[in-house]
C-alpha cells in the first residue's frame, strides 16, 4: 500500500484550483469585499495578495464589523527595467485605484498597496496594456528575477539584463487562467483530457516561493547568495562574457519559534554557458518541484534540500535532468556593493542619475514631493528606468546638459539628492510590514526613518558620520529586506501596545560584501531601546577598530560574546 502523505493546506488549493482558476474566478464575480483562504492563496499566483488595514483591524471587529479588506497588487519587472510610460501610467494606477503611492521592492517590483477587490480586474488588465505583468509576482513559482541594474553599454551588463529577461520568460507559468480571469480572455472551461498547461512547474507548481538572481562580477548590489538560484556573470580578462557561475540554496526566511528554520547563503554548485543557462536553470527548477517538502511548508524551500541532502546529491539530480555534466566553478573578483546612487556617466555620451527612495516608498509627504518631483522628470526627459533591489530608482539614457536643470527641479520639490545625504540613510532598508502586510509582527517602514535619525545624530556626535554600514530592518523574520545579511538589523519579536512599535532581535556582523550572515546579538529589546543597545558599541567600534575595518568587520572580528563583555551588556543586552 502507498504511503499516505499529509500534504499542506496550501498543496490541496493548489491542486483542487485547476491551473490557477478556482475557486478564484467564482469568488471575483460576487460582490464582495473579500475572498475565502483558498481564493486568496490562488491569487497569489496571480501577483496579489489579500490584506486588511491593521490600524483598524481590533476597532473594527470591537464594533462588530469585518476588517477593512484591500489588495496589494505585485508587478513583475524583471531586471527593475521599464519605459517611462510604463512609470507613469503604473503611477497615475496609484493615484486611480490605490493609495496614491509606489511601493519599489527589494526584488524590483512595484507594489500598489490598498486596491479595493471591486477594481483589482481593472487595475490589472491596465497594467497589462502598457506591456507589464503581475503573473507570479506571488505564489509557489519564479518570482521576479534580479539582475544588476546599472545601464552601461558594455557586454557584461547587457548580457546580464538579457539573461534576466529570457529567465524571467522561460519560467513563467503557462496557464491561460491569469488572461481568462484578468483579460477577458476565452470562458473559463476545463482542458481536454490529457492536456499539459504547466509542462514546467506540474499541476501543484513549486513546493514554494522561488527567486533567482544575477549579479556582475564585482558587485553584489542584488545580494545574490541570498536566492534560491545565484547567478554571477564571469567575464574573460578582456571583458567577453563568457557564461555564469551557479550557487544553490539560498533564502534568508526563518520563524522565531523554529528553531529548524533558518537563513542560509546558496553554495557553489558549478558553472554553466550562456546558452545553456536556461536548460540547466529549468532543471534546477525540477529538482525542487520533485523533491521540496510538500508537507511542511516552514520546510519547503529549496535551502532545505540543499543543506540536508548535500550539494554532491542535488547537482547529481539537475545533472540527471539536464542531460549533462555541471562544469566547475570559475573564478570571479572579489564582491564590493554598488548602490549606483547619485550621478555616473554611461560610457556612451549619457548619463544616469540614482535617485535615493527612503525604503522604496515613493510618496509626497510635507516639504518632500518625491513623487511629484520624479513624474515631472519623467515627463520631461524621458528617461529609461532601472528599479534597484536597495529599493531605489535609476533614471537612464540622460544628456548630461540636463543634469542642473533635473537637479534644481529635484530640489523646487524639496528632494535631496543622494551625494547631500547621510551615509547610513542610504544603506538602510525597510519592508513595508504594518498596516498591510499580514504577517507583520510590528513595525518597519513606518519606524525605521526615526531609528535611523537618531543613529545618524550618533554617528555624527561620535565623529563616525562618514562610515557606511548596511542596516536592515524587518517587521517579522520572513526576511523580505533580507535582514541577515545586514550588518545591523533589527528583526520584529513581539508587538506594540497603544500604536507603539514592539520590541525586535538585533543581529550584528554581516560584511560590507553582503556575503556573510549576522548573528544574534539582543534579543527582543523595545523599539525606544534600539539607539541606546547601539551606542556602546559604536563606541566600542571608534576606540579599538583596526585601520579600514568596518562596523560589520569589527563586530564580527570580536565575536557576539566579545561584544557583549565590552558593549555595556548587562545593562542593555536583554
Keep these: 500500500m502507498a504511503e499516505h502523505i499529509a500534504f499542506s493546506k496550501v498543496e490541496q488549493f493548489k491542486n483542487a484550483s485547476h491551473d490557477l482558476r478556482f475557486p478564484l474566478v467564482e469568488e471575483m464575480a460576487q460582490d464582495t469585499a473579500h475572498l475565502s483562504e483558498a481564493s486568496a492563496q490562488i491569487l497569489k499566483f496571480h501577483g496579489s495578495y489579500q490584506q486588511d488595514d491593521r490600524d483598524q483591524r481590533k476597532s473594527l471587529v470591537a464594533a462588530g464589523k469585518e476588517p477593512h ?30 493609495n496614491g503611492t509606489l511601493r519599489i521592492t527589494t526584488r524590483q517590483n512595484i507594489q500598489l498597496h490598498c486596491i479595493l477587490k471591486k477594481n483589482l480586474k481593472a487595475t490589472l ?6 506591456l507589464l505583468t503581475t503573473l507570479a509576482g506571488c505564489g509557489d513559482v519564479e518570482r521576479n528575477v534580479l539582475a544588476c541594474p546599472a545601464p552601461f553599454p558594455d557586454e557584461g551588463h547587457i548580457q546580464v539584463q538579457a539573461a534576466a529577461h529570457a529567465l524571467a520568460v522561460a519560467l513563467c507559468p503557462k496557464t491561460r487562467a491569469y488572461h481568462e480571469i484578468w483579460m477577458d480572455g476565452e470562458q473559463v472551461a476545463p482542458l481536454e483530457p490529457g492536456a499539459e498547461e504547466e509542462p514546467l512547474y506540474g499541476k501543484t507548481y513549486l513546493p514554494r516561493k522561488f527567486k533567482t538572481a544575477i549579479a556582475f562580477p564585482g558587485d553584489n548590489c542584488v545580494d545574490v547568495v541570498t536566492n534560491d538560484i545565484a547567478l554571477i556573470a564571469v567575464l574573460s580578462p578582456e571583458g567577453r562574457h563568457e557564461g555564469f557561475n551557479i550557487c544553490v540554496g539560498g533564502g534568508m526566511g526563518m520563524n522565531h519559534a523554529d528553531s529548524k528554520t533558518y537563513p542560509r547563503l546558496a553554495t557553489p554548485m558549478g558553472f554553466v554557458l550562456p546558452e545553456d543557462l536556461v536548460a540547466i536553470v529549468e532543471a534546477i527548477v525540477k529538482t525542487q518541484r520533485d523533491h521540496g517538502d510538500r508537507t511542511n511548508r516552514k520546510h519547503a524551500r529549496m535551502k532545505y534540500l540543499v543543506e540536508e541532502r548535500g550539494i554532491d546529491w542535488f ?10 555534466p555541471v562544469a566547475h566553478v570559475r573564478p570571479t573578483p ?5 548602490n549606483h546612487l547619485g550621478w555616473h556617466p554611461q560610457g556612451d555620451g549619457r548619463d544616469f542619475l540614482g535617485v535615493f527612495v527612503e525604503n ?4 509626497d509627504e510635507g516639504g518632500v514631493r518625491l513623487k511629484t518631483a520624479l513624474r515631472q522628470v519623467i515627463q520631461e526627459y524621458r528617461p529609461a528606468l532601472r528599479l534597484t533591489p536597495r529599493q531605489d530608482i535609476l533614471l537612464t539614457n540622460l544628456n548630461p546638459s540636463d543634469r542642473n536643470p533635473i537637479e534644481e527641479l529635484f530640489h523646487r520639490h524639496g528632494v535631496t539628492l543622494p551625494d547631500e545625504l547621510p551615509r547610513l540613510r542610504l544603506n538602510a532598508l525597510a519592508c513595508p510590514a504594518l498596516p498591510t502586510c499580514g504577517l507583520a509582527i510590528t513595525e518597519a517602514e513606518r519606524a525605521l526613518p526615526q531609528l535611523i535619525r537618531g543613529l545618524e545624530d550618533e554617528l555624527n556626535r561620535l565623529s563616525l558620520g562618514h562610515e557606511e554600514f548596511s542596516v536592515r530592518m524587518t517587521g517579522c523574520p520572513n526576511g523580505c529586506t533580507r535582514p541577515s545579511m545586514g550588518e545591523l538589523a533589527f528583526i520584529g519579536r513581539t508587538p506594540g501596545a497603544g500604536g507603539r512599535p514592539g520590541t525586535y532581535n538585533m543581529y550584528l556582523g554581516g560584511n560590507a560584501s553582503l556575503t556573510r550572515l549576522n548573528q544574534l546579538y539582543a534579543e527582543r529589546v523595545p523599539y525606544e531601546d534600539l539607539i541606546k543597545t547601539v551606542v556602546p558599541l559604536l563606541e566600542l567600534f571608534k576606540q579599538e577598530r583596526q585601520p579600514g575595518e568596518g562596523f560589520g568587520d569589527f563586530c564580527y572580528r570580536l565575536g557576539i560574546e566579545g561584544l557583549k563583555q565590552r558593549g555595556d551588556s548587562d545593562r542593555l543586552v536583554r
Design 360 to 363: 522604496g516608498r515613493v510618496k
Design 125 to 130: 488588465r491596465k497594467v497589462n496594456e502598457c
Design 315 to 324: 547537482r547529481q539530480q539537475v545533472e540527471e535532468r539536464w542531460g549533462h
Design 334 to 338: 572579489t564582491f564590493t556593493v554598488q
Design 69 to 98: 479588506y484591500s489588495f496589494m497588487i505585485r508587478i513583475k519587472i524583471p531586471g527593475g527595467d521599464l519605459t517611462a510610460e510604463q512609470y507613469l501610467t503604473v503611477e497615475d494606477l496609484a493615484d486611480q485605484y490605490a
